[in-house]
């Protein structure tokens, strides 16, 4: 989030919806006295020294020890295929049940690169083009709402070059909390983003946009005349065989088990936001998708080897990253749905998440050509916690 966050991170310090504002307060004390527990599991591991896993599970484990996160979930693997997964903390503070990496979480704005992903397999297909504009594929209740709508293309969407205000404010951060449960509707998301002026002129720069992907939810779901979800679920998540990854419908608050529990530090509480209705980010994010480390794992690997898509030009597409300054965040980078990250000279591509009580990262670090997804279960320092692990991961 801010509590939908926006996720283009490694923030420091999250709002609620993108990133949220009460999410900036420092965790509360009492997590310096979690107790700490590491899981390990998985291997196959013939290619990267096992000093490399060892020190990954000692940076979670530092991550908790310090009061970071409750718990924390990882997952590696090689270019080629070898693959290692582990865990420290906990997945409910009160409870005080061991984090493990088959735990579920809310993935908050990687979500994107799935809807992303769909949005080019239509264009794949012939079902809409990049240069299409909004007047083109949505109604005039809709695009009415929106300025410069008829010169706003697909492409400036999906790689945030819109200049649609964000819909993600701290106005809409504390209806979240207030109302976890309420079911947003599109009028209530272009309603808050309408009220703002453009960010810019279409096209003239970057400027990162929830509002850009809950557009792309409903073009998806006009051209292909069904809801997006179900496109995201039939085109992405089966096609890439993830078994424990889902997107629920609205209304839908249910998170099958294992599930880690989601927390926001709010007046030196810990406010446990688990449950926050799936529409409150539409195709942008926020709870709309739930996964493990290892199927962000599987679909990022499976998505970059080309085989969601049928012609190779249309992932070089993908990943034709343009400027994105954005220094607190390290992003350098954005495609198409997809993020470049530099932290302390190491490249990383891909996206983060953040949600209400979830921060998540899927990346592939081109120096080690090695893989790296995981996830915390608080809206805190995710920078403190990832920066350690890319830079370990970065080297041989």
């Not at 420290?88 to 735990?103: E, F, I, L």
């Not at 080019?120 to 299409?132: A, F, H, I, N, P």
């Not at 492409?155 to 979240?176: D, F, Q």
């Amino acid at each position: 989030m801010n509590i939908h966050s926006r996720s283009t991170d490694l923030p420091r310090g999250a709002s609620l919806a993108h990133h949220g504002g009460c999410s900036r307060q420092r965790l509360s004390s009492f997590l310096l006295l979690l107790a700490l527990t590491g899981t390990v599991t998985a291997c196959n591991d013939d290619e990267e020294p096992s000093t490399l896993h060892a020190d990954l599970q000692a940076l979670m484990e530092d991550s908790v020890t310090h009061g970071l996160t409750p718990g924390i979930a990882l997952a590696v693997a090689s270019d080629k295929g070898s693959t290692w997964s582990g865990a420290a903390g906990v997945s409910d503070a009160p409870g005080q049940q061991p984090m493990s990496a088959q735990h579920r979480f809310r993935a908050g704005s990687i979500m994107k690169t799935f809807v992303a992903t769909a949005v080019l397999q239509s264009v794949e297909q012939g079902k809409l083009t990049l240069e299409d504009t909004l007047t083109q594929h949505l109604p005039a209740s809709v695009t009415a709402r929106i300025a410069n709508a008829s010169s706003i293309t697909v492409a400036m969407l999906l790689a945030h070059r819109s200049g649609i205000p964000e819909w993600v404010t701290e106005e809409a951060n504390l209806a979240i909390v207030m109302d976890p449960e309420h079911v947003w509707s599109l009028e209530e998301i272009l309603g808050i983003s309408g009220a703002q002026s453009p960010a810019f002129p279409p096209g003239s720069q970057y400027g990162y946009s929830n509002t850009n992907y809950v557009l792309l939810g409903e073009i998806l779901s006009a051209v292909e005349g069904r809801g997006w979800r179900e496109v995201v679920r039939e085109r992405v998540i089966e096609r890439a065989g993830l078994s424990h990854t889902r997107a629920p419908e609205p209304a839908d608050l249910s998170c099958p088990a294992p599930c880690a529990r989601g927390y926001v530090p709010m007046d030196e509480e810990m406010a446990d936001l688990t449950v926050v209705d799936p529409s409150m980010a539409g195709a942008s994010g926020g709870h709309a998708l739930e996964t493990t480390v290892a199927d962000l794992l599987t679909f990022w690997k499976k998505l970059r080897a080309g085989a969601l898509f049928e012609r190779e030009q249309t992932l070089e597409s993908m990943l034709a990253f343009q400027s994105a300054p954005e220094p607190e965040s390290r992003l350098v980078g954005y495609g198409l749905g997809v993020m470049r990250l530099e932290s302390q000279g190491v490249v990383a591509l891909g996206h983060l998440g953040t949600t209400a009580g979830y921060q998540s990262f899927m990346l592939y670090l081109p120096q080690t050509r090695r893989y790296l997804t995981g996830s915390i279960n608080v809206m805190g320092d995710l920078a403190a916690v990832l920066e350690p692990l890319l830079e370990r991961a970065g080297r041989p």
